[in-house]
Structure formats: structure tokens, C-alpha cells
């Protein structure tokens, strides 16, 4: 089996990536990344000399319809991770989440078409917009869209064309939503490795406004092995919300980070909140759970936090190039 994994040099595709070579040794594997900022070839070198032979990586953009078409028509499947993926970037300037993640998906859409292949699309829980702190609700795939920024309206749309596309031209596709991923790998302009970097580097954990805001975290293999499984048991047309009970506030989470770096847990600062900023997501996976049967594995957060830690301290090579870079975009608007 063949599987086009697009965005496979970023965080969760990455990962993706080397969970289909160690436990599915029937799969080859075709990544298709851009490289922009956020993808890193230093993030699929840790390969067995097998592993090597059943990868190969394409860069290039999910834009391009040609090596797009070219690409798709000697797959069996293509999960689609690639996307302009962070928050405060798409603040900034929201044109490249535009191509990305509207024009990109689409690029995407008529090739499978074309070739009749199975397709996975990578969403996330952003798409429902926020929860009330007190809210006991959670969302559900029947909730409704509604989402805040420019990078999850363009997620929300993409999903929409998905749709599209399985209903007007019965493509076989399925969509997964997944809540705020944390492990190995992950850019360290978001939230988890930003704080732990900055520890590493002498700098105090810096929260957003009041630091209340509440995501659901999931460890980034929990969320691969939903996505396997949705690729190869789900029903066609559906989508399935992926989630691990790991609702947590950002204030919280620093607190656990402090205690296990060493620090008292009150030694973080607040500074300038993102403008628009969700105040609460939280996910009910119970189709996941009980139609496919999935579990999480690391259910116990602070000792995924520690795993975390320990793997950004021993792979400092991999994250400092871009350490002064992304504190700067940071600094200039006094966060
Ligand atoms: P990331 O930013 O770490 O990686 C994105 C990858 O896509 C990079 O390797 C980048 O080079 C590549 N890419 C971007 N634009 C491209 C283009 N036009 N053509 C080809 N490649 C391109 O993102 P991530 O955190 O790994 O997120 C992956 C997917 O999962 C995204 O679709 C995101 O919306 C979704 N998601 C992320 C989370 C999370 O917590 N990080 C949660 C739910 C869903
Ligand atoms: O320095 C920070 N301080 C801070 O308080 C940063 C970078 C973030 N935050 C807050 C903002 C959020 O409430 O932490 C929370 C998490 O922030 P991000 O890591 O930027 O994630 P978020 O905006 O929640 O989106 C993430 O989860 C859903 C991913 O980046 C998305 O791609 C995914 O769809």
C-alpha cells in the first residue's frame, strides 16, 4: 500500500510518518511538503536503513495541480496533514492560510477525484469556535461551524469542500477534527515547546491574557492512531471528532511545566492577550470510541509533559536554528 502523506515534515505528519514505517511494514510512504518555515527534514532522518527504502520525500507545494495529479495517481491513499497551522501567524497576515489550506485542499480534492483515491482529510476542533468556561457541552460532529480566526476559517472551509466532494462527486473520504496535539517534533512557536524552550534558555513562561483559556490536550500518537484507524475501518463520508478527555488550562499547564523543569509553579509572566482569543474547546470522541473502538494511549498528561521536556532537551539541534527567529515575531508584538 502507498500513502501520500502531505505536511509529513511538520509535527503531526511527521510523526504520522513514523508511526506508518514502524508499524505497518506493508506501507510505503510519499511525503509531499512544501518545507515553508514550519516543515524540517531533521524531522524524518531517524529512520532504519528499511524505514529509508519505503520513504521517499517530494517537495513541493499541495497548490501545484500538476506534480499534485502526478503524485496522486500512484497512490492507494492520501492523508492530508499540510496546512499553515498557527494562530497567531494567520493574525498577521492570513494570504498564505488562503492557498494552503482553501486553494491547497481543493488542488487536492480533484485529484482524487480524477483517480478515484481514498482520501483523509486532517482537521481540528478549532472549526466549532469556543465553549464558555462553565459550559458543560462539548462538541459533537453535529455541532455547528463557527469559527474565530483566519487559520480556522480556512480549516473550516477546507472541511466544507470535503464535504462537497464526497456529496456532488462521491469521492471516498473521511475527516477527522482533532483537539491541541503536544509531543516530539512539534514547531516551537506553539504553546508547550515555546514554554519549555524559554525555561531551557532562561526565559519565564509567558501566558496570553489571563491564562484561562482551556484546550483539550491530546498527545500527537493518540491522534495518529485515530487517524489509522478512521483510514482503515471509518465509514466514508463521516467525520470523526478526535479526543482525549485532556481539557487543561494554559495557567495549568505552565504550572506542571515549572514543577517539573524546577521552578516554583507561580514563576510565569502575563503578557498581551491574541486578539479573537477561543476561550475554551473540548471534544466528546465517543463515535471514535465506540464505533472504531480507539483508545488513547497516554492518558496521564503530566508524565506526557515530562517525555516532552526530555525530548526537547536531549534535540536542542533541532529547535535552535529557529529559537531567535520566532521570539523576536513574538517580542515585536509584546508577547
Ligand atoms: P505544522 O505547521 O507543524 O506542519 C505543517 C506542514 O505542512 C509543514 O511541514 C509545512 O511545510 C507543510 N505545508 C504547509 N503549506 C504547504 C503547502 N502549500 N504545500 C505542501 N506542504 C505545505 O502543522 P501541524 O501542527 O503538524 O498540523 C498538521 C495538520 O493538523 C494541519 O492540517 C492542522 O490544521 C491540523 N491540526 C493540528 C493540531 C495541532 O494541535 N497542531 C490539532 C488539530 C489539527
Ligand atoms: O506564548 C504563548 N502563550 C500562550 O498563552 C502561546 C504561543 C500560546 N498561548 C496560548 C494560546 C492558546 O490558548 O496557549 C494556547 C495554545 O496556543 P497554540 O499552541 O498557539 O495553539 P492553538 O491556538 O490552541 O491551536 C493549536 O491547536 C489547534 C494548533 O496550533 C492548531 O493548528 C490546531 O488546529
Known sequence: MRIVVTGGAGFIGANFVHMLLEDHSDVDVVVL???????NRGSLTDVSEDEARRLSVVEGDIVDADLVDGIVSGADAVV??????HNDNSLNDPSPFIQSNLVGTYTLLEAVRRHRTRYHHISTDEVYGDLALDDPAKFTPATAYNPSSPYSSTKAGSDLLVRAWVRSFGIEATISNCSNNYGPY??????IPRMITNRLRGV?????????????WIHVHDHNTAVWDILTKGRIGETYLIGADGETSNREVVEVLNELMGYPADDFDHVADRAGHDRRYAIDATKLREELGWKPRFTDFRSGLEHTIDWYE?????WAPQKAEVEAKYAAKGQ
Open 314 to 318: 536531549a534535540n536542542e539541534r533541532w
Open 186 to 191: 512539534q514547531h516551537i512557536e506553539k504553546f
Open 33 to 39: 511538503d512544501k518545507f515553508t518555515y514550519a516543515g
Open 204 to 216: 519565564r513562561p509567558r501566558l496570553y491574557g489571563d491564562g484561562l483559556n482551556v484546550r483539550d
Open 80 to 85: 492530508h496533514f499540510a496546512a499553515e497551522s
